[in-house]
């Protein structure tokens, strides 16, 4: 079955640091989203993506953060400068209809 | 602001009991209503809810909406130390693709 795929599993950096996390969305999927998830909140909306831009982002989506489809299946997050609070879980998930499927996940530990 | 509030937070109980778990939200006029099940990391994939009154089922769960009175039930017969997982509700907010997440609800299955 298809599924979303993601790396690293964990990676840990230095505050100020930059940081690309990686994602391979399923191959037919036209919409794809990274969300996070801070140890023992809610899961939040980062952005969305669709046709090579950004459709939607929220407010935690600054200036440090960016989004890129580099070629035909890879999705990546850019934390430009690191800080301590981007320590979380971050989660890619695709969709082609309205079921967002999520991948497995990124933590991102910031010393 | 809390859009979407999931009841209970946590819940123990043993192998062979039914559970209920409530979703609640404010958001109107939404386009769906999602289950999902975290266990160690991603969320996976469980029900989308579209319409009300209509029950989805897979196996021993079982979900209904009811877009009246703006809450959800997901409902597991039978349980198995298995199903022991983070429920997460999720609603799309009408003009995104975004989806909301509430905080879960932490079900412990004991043998």
């Known amino acids: 079955e298809p599924e979303v795929t993601q790396t690293p599993s964990h990676q840990v950096t230095q505050m100020g640091q930059e940081v690309i996390l990686r994602c391979v969305p399923i191959s037919n999927h036209l919409y794809f989203y990274w969300y996070r998830q801070i140890l023992g909140q809610k899961v939040e909306f980062l952005v969305s993506f669709y046709n090579n831009e950004i459709s939607e982002k929220s407010e935690i989506f600054d200036d440090q953060f960016s989004v890129e489809r580099p070629d035909g299946s890879n999705f990546t997050l850019k934390i430009r400068s690191t800080k301590l609070e981007d320590s979380a879980m971050y989660f890619c998930?695709?969709?082609?209809?309205?079921?967002?499927?999520f991948g497995p996940g990124t933590r991102l530990t910031v010393t | 602001e809390d859009k979407v509030v999931q009841s209970p937070l946590s819940l123990v109980v043993h192998e062979g009991d039914t559970v209920t778990l409530n979703c609640s939200y404010e958001?109107?006029?939404?386009?769906?209503l999602l289950w999902y099940k975290q266990e160690k990391k991603a969320p996976t994939f469980l029900f989308m809810l579209t319409s009300s009154g209509i029950e989805k089922k897979s196996g021993r769960l079982s979900s209904i909406l009811d877009k009246k009175e703006l809450f959800s039930i997901l409902n597991i017969t039978a349980t198995q130390t298995g199903d022991s997982a983070v429920y997460l509700c999720?609603?799309?907010?009408?003009?995104?693709?975004?989806?909301?997440f509430g905080k879960g609800t932490k079900l412990t299955v004991n043998p």
């Open positions: 998930a695709s969709t082609v209809g309205l079921e967002q499927y």
């Open positions: 999720a609603v799309e907010v009408p003009g995104s693709e975004k989806l909301v």
């Open positions: 958001v109107t006029n939404f386009r769906s």
